[in-house]
Structure formats: C-alpha cells, structure tokens
C-alpha cells in the first residue's frame, strides 16, 4: 500500500514537473508577420551593470533576458529571429567591455588594446573565445543588431565608434600587431542600435553623495552611497577595480559626456533608445516613487535621484528635468546622447543616422528586461521592435 502510495505521489511530481516546463516553454507568436521583414541580421543582446549572458553558468538557471519570466532569447529564436546574448565584465569600464563583446562575436582572444593596458595598468589580453563565437559570422554582409540594457547601451555604442573609427592612440602604439577592433572601416558590420533604460548621458546615482553632503562628517553621504550601492551592485563589489577604468567611473555624468565625445552617430546606422521611468511628479518639486512598478532595490536610490538639482564638478547643470528616473538612470539621460540627431519614434518614417526615441516604458530599471522581483512580460514588446528593425 504505501509502495502504491509513493508511486503515484512520483507520477503526480512528474506530471507537474512536464505540465511547469512546457508553460515555460517558448511558443509560437503566430501574429508576426515574417512576410514584412525585409532583413533578419543577428541580434547581439549586451547586458548592464552586474548582469550575465550566455557564456555565464548562472544564465541557465537565471537568464537576466527574461529573469524569472524565462529565457526571452530562446523565445526570440523560436520566433524566428536569431538572437545572441553576450557576456562581459558585469562592472568593467565600457572600453573593456567593448574589447571583450568584440573578441566573443569574432570568436577571437581579448584585445585591451597596448595602450590602454598600459595606461590603465592590467594585461594587455583576455580570454580566448577561439573557436566558440557567440555567432556563426559577422561582416558586411553578416550584419548584427545591438541591443544593450542599462551600462550595454554605452558598451554597445562604443563598439559601433570603434568599429567605424578605430582608435589613432592604440594603431600608433600596436602597430602591426593592432587588433582589427582598433583600426576602423567596418562601420557597414552594425545595422543598427538599440539601448534600453541605458545612462546615455551618465546617471546622478554616482553624483548624488558629493552633490548633497561634500562634507560627509554627519554620515548622511554614506547612507546615501549604501542606497545607491545596493541599487547599483557594485560600488561596495570585493572586485579589485582600478578607480578611472570601471563602469561606476564612465557613468559618472561628467565621464559619460567626455565618452559622448568621441562617439559619433553614424549615417548608415539605424538608432532607438527605449528610456524608463517609475516615478511621478508629486507636484512639490520631486518625484514620488510608484511602489506599484518599482522593487525594493530601487525605491531608496530612486527617492534621492527624483528630489535633489545641482551643478556637477564639470558644470553640467542638474535640473528638474533629471528628476524622473526608474530607479537608477535618469529617464531624461535615457533617451539619446545630448547632441546627437535625435526625434520621438515615428514608425511610419524611421530614418538611419537619427535617434528615435520611444516613448517612455513605465516601470523600474529591470522592467524593460523582464523585472526582477516583479515580474514583466516584455516578450511582444520586443518582437514588435525587432520587427520593425527587420522591416527596414
């Protein structure tokens, strides 16, 4: 009798192990219309501060494209695009980053470049992704998408300059041995670029401590920094960083406007940024954080980022248009890099060499991708986007 028991007890598990994997499961969306697409270039998706992709152990049990809303990746490629999710330094500077995403799509071993390493005082190379690229080929007739959430807007943004442009100070410093990342003229590899809740133009969460207590004797910067570094992950990291050659370093607004630049927008390239935001406007001159949208993590970094207007140490002048934000970048930030050509999305006329800004996604800073503790469903968000790259 209690053989009977434990068995079907077994059975009943089983049943409701398949029934839970085959929900999770992706599934055709059968209202995408492929007879529209005009091209079907690889997406390379690159992730933000602290994150992870697919060359990471963790992204199988935990993808950050999708969080606990599955793997979005495996969703897209069953929709019939073809979909890739990088894996670089979760809190590296965006330049070695870039180094790192180049190497994983060309299948090749991590170039910092002469005379960065040297600059920046770590070895010249990386790990080797020799025969185990993240894509089967990419060039001018191979083309890819970039996608990048957060911190991935910049990294993928940088590569797209350098791939374009190269560099002058690591040819003259490589010379013959300069890595092909550096020497410019494959603007044409790039289709185009999305970012997603990304700190184009920096984020005040890394200027907020100086900008409200410069003398920190009442303790009150550090119970600002410990908000900001539970939101951001990695400003109290164990990593052994070098102080001007990490994330926390470039997103800084007056680093992010010296990045800014040097990046141009290109001409052949299409651009859209998705910027986010979950606070609201309390109509006493702050933002009033919407608890129904925002986790946990946010809510104390984004209070102080929606209350506080200042100057930056470079003069950028931090006003009220800064104050919404989704918990970690300013929504204003989000949207497109100060100078550049920028205009609000009109999918009937999307244009190359142009930033077409969506309008703004209502939710924290992990939303966009799938939430974290609250979960979104963003899947036919992206497909509809994907689609109208595709169709182009």
């Known amino acids: 009798m209690r053989r009977r028991f434990w068995r079907a007890l077994a059975i009943i598990l089983i049943l409701c192990l398949g029934i839970l994997l085959y929900s999770r499961a992706p599934k055709v969306d059968k209202s995408i219309n492929h007879d529209t697409w005009k091209t079907n270039y690889t997406y390379v998706f690159v992730h933000g501060l602290s994150g992870w ?38 809190h590296g500077s965006a330049w070695d980053r870039v180094c790192e995403l180049y190497a994983q799509l ?68 490589s010379g013959d041995n300069t890595s092909p990342l550096f020497t410019g003229g494959k603007a044409d590899w790039i289709y185009s670029i999305t970012t997603l809740a990304a700190p184009t133009n920096g984020t005040t969460a890394y200027d907020l401590a100086d900008a409200i207590d410069p003398e920190p004797s009442t303790g009150f910067t550090a119970r600002i920094e410990a908000a900001l570094s539970k939101a951001m992950g990695s400003a109290n990291s164990d990593d052994d960083f070098i102080e001007n050659d990490c994330a926390a370093y470039d997103m800084n607004i007056d680093n992010a406007k010296i990045i800014n630049d040097r990046i141009e927008t290109l001409e052949n390239v299409y651009y859209f940024s998705i910027p986010c935001c979950s606070t609201t406007d309390s109509g006493k001159g702050y933002q009033r954080i919407n608890t129904d949208i925002t986790d946990m993590m946010f809510r104390a970094s984004g209070r102080l980022m929606g209350a506080y207007t200042y100057t930056t140490k470079g003069g950028i002048k931090i006003d009220k248009k800064w104050l919404p934000n989704d918990g970690l970048v300013n929504t204003y930030s989000a949207r497109a890099p100060f100078d550049a050509p920028q205009k609000d999305l009109d999918t009937v006329h999307v244009e190359k060499g142009i930033w077409q800004v969506y309008p703004t996604f209502e939710g924290d800073h992990m939303s966009i991708i799938g939430g974290l503790f609250k979960t979104v469903n963003v899947k036919s968000y992206y497909t509809d986007f994907m689609c109208l790259i595709n169709e182009q």
């Open 53 to 90: 992709g697919s060359y990471d152990t963790r992204y199988k049990f935990m993808p950050y494209w999708g969080m606990f809303g599955g793997d979005n990746i495996k969703y897209f490629n069953k929709q019939g695009f073809t979909t890739a999710a990088a894996s670089v330094d979760p």
């Open 106 to 173: 060309t299948g090749t071993k991590v170039d910092y470049g002469e005379a960065h390493s040297k600059a920046m005082g770590h070895d010249r190379y990386g790990e080797d992704y020799t025969d185990r690229a993240l894509i089967e080929k990419w060039d001018a007739e191979n083309k890819i998408n970039l996608v990048g959430h957060s911190f991935g807007g910049v990294t993928v943004r940088l590569l797209a300059e350098l791939m374009a442009n190269g560099d002058e100070a690591e040819v003259k410093a």
